[in-house]
């Protein structure tokens, strides 16, 4: 599994322009619903239930919100960056910068877990990191992400 399987180039945010998690939330939220037809207001709803289980900041600038969802045929993400941060709550305590929001369809957990851990074993670098919090615009993020996917 790639992760370029699931992330369109028009799914990614380079400017993130919301300055709290729910603002963030909703703009990852945008691109699936859009593209997919589905209501950004269900997602977000999700995204935020799956948030006050704990939250999906797992530090080092990260977050990787998740949600499975109804009538969605297949994994998506969107991925969005922030230059200022934003807490999030995070494991470390730190603002986090780089969000991968994941949607999945309601059945089938397991694919939903594989994504997951792809996103984290590839995000896990921070060189990578790194080189996307610098990337220039959207379109650069996702051949970095390419880049990076082809590799592992």
């Known amino acids: 599994m790639k992760i370029t399987d699931f992330l369109r180039p028009s799914d990614v945010i380079a400017d993130l322009s919301g300055s709290t998690a729910e603002e963030v939330l909703a703009e990852l939220c ?9 209501d950004a207001q269900v997602l977000l709803h999700q995204l935020l239930a799956r948030e006050k289980l704990g939250s999906t900041g797992i530090g080092e600038g990260m977050a990787i919100p998740h949600s499975r969802v109804p009538n969605l045929a297949g994994l998506r993400a969107t991925i969005g960056r922030s ?29 939903h ?4 851990s792809r996103i984290s074993r590839i995000f896990k670098s921070r060189p990578f990191r790194e080189s996307l919090l610098a990337a220039t615009d959207a379109a650069e993020i996702h051949r970095l992400i390419e880049a990076e996917d082809a590799r592992s």
């Open 30 to 38: 945008r691109p699936v619903a859009t593209s997919e037809s589905l």
């Open 83 to 111: 230059r200022c941060g934003v807490d999030f709550k995070s494991v470390d305590s730190r603002p986090a910068s780089l969000f991968v929001a994941l949607f999945a369809p309601a059945a089938g957990p397991g694919l």
């Open 113 to 116: 877990l594989h994504a997951l």
